[in-house]
């Protein structure tokens, strides 16, 4: 069994988000996908195998965290994708069957992946009381993504203090099912993209997740409103980076990115 551990939404290795990566004949049983997922303890780890032809979707996939299985993640259904090319294992655009509906991923001329993932249903909400203290700063708006996502956005007052957030993460845990997306409008767009954010995932055993394709599955809709755009870039801030660039479509959102494979090996266990 081979296990591929690939960076996603970068063109360099050791930036961007890495993912598990693991083709299968089928499914194992759930604890042996979470031992796996526990064993390469990257954010997430990705595991497909090939469905029949003549369905609405060409590989089943699912995604797990060291501490549990997940609804949606961008960066590893990016890092399958990739895989799935530079191995000759699938050509042209590939279907996903996910828990999150049918996902799908195009290989673009200029290498990179464009992902159409479900636009997240924003909703206004009241600053809920000690996410300030929890956070770190007072936040200027904080948004409910839907059960979707299962986050908190969170919208701070510039991307200065986006980068310089030490959150308290046990405590952010009791504010939402995933966690918090911290962001802010760029500093200076012309260094190549519109706005900033940080993601921290304390319910799924992620304290901060290098670049979450999902959050800006609700990034782009806030961020499409306010700078009267629907095709943005969102850098992610977080110690490794990384970019995403995304389209909104009305109730769907692309994503697009690039990846690396850097590790392959052996599954021997």
């Not at 191995?87 to 990179?112: C, I, K, Q, Y």
């Not at 992902?115 to 007072?138: N, S, Y």
């Not at 490794?240 to 590790?263: F, H």
């Amino acid at each position: 069994m081979r296990i591929r551990i690939v960076d996603a939404f970068t063109d360099r290795p050791f930036a961007g988000n890495p993912a598990g990566v693991l083709l299968l004949d089928a499914f194992p049983d759930d604890d042996r996908l979470q031992q796996v997922a526990l064993e390469v303890n990257h954010a997430e780890t990705a595991f497909a195998h090939r469905l029949p032809e003549g369905g609405e979707a060409d590989w089943a996939l699912r995604w797990f965290t060291p501490a549990t299985e997940v609804a949606m993640c961008g960066h590893a259904t990016l890092a399958t994708a990739h895989v799935l090319h530079t191995t000759g294992a699938h050509e042209g655009a590939v279907r996903f069957a996910t828990r999150s509906g049918v996902l799908v991923a195009t290989p673009d001329e200029d290498g990179s992946i464009t992902l159409d993932f479900p636009t997240a249903p924003l909703t206004p909400v009241e600053t809920p009381k000690g996410v300030a203290e929890a956070l770190g700063t007072e936040p200027l708006a904080v948004l409910d993504t839907g059960p979707g996502i299962g986050d908190l956005l969170v919208e701070v007052a510039d991307e200065k203090t986006v980068r310089g957030l030490t959150p308290d993460h046990k405590a952010l845990a009791a504010y939402s099912e995933r966690g918090i997306i911290a962001t802010a409008r760029a500093e200076d767009a012309a260094r190549g993209y519109d706005y900033v954010s940080r993601c921290f995932f304390p319910n799924v055993g992620i304290d901060e997740d290098p670049v979450t394709g999902s959050a800006h599955t609700a990034l782009a809709p806030f961020w499409s409103e306010r700078l009267g755009r629907p095709s943005l870039t969102g850098m992610q801030a977080s110690p490794r980076s990384g970019r995403v660039r995304t389209e909104l479509r009305g109730e769907r959102t692309l994503l697009s990115g690039r990846a690396v494979t850097v590790i392959e090996g052996e599954l021997l266990a």
